[in-house]
C-alpha cells in the first residue's frame, strides 16, 4: 500500500504541472493577442490613408428582384 504522504505529493506534482502548463499557456496567448493588436493597427492606419486619399470601393450592383406569376388556366 502506498503511503499516504505520496498521494498527496504526486496529487501536487499533478497540479504544479497544471498550473505551469496553464501559465506557459497564458504567455502564449498574450503574445499571439500582442502580435494581433499589432497587425489590427496597421491594417486600421492603411484604410483611413487609404480613404484620406480618396480611394473608394465600386458600389456592388444592385440586383431586382423579379417575381413570377403564375398563368392561370
Sequence with gaps: MTPLYLYFFTIM???QE???NLLDQRVKLDQQI???KE???KVQGA???LTQIGVT???PEKV???TEVAAEE
Design 13 to 15: 506534482t499533478e497540479q
Design 18 to 20: 497544471h498550473l505551469k
Design 34 to 36: 500582442s502580435q494581433n
Design 39 to 41: 497587425l489590427f493597427w
Design 47 to 49: 484604410i483611413e490613408y
Design 57 to 59: 470601393l465600386p458600389e
Design 64 to 66: 431586382e428582384k423579379t
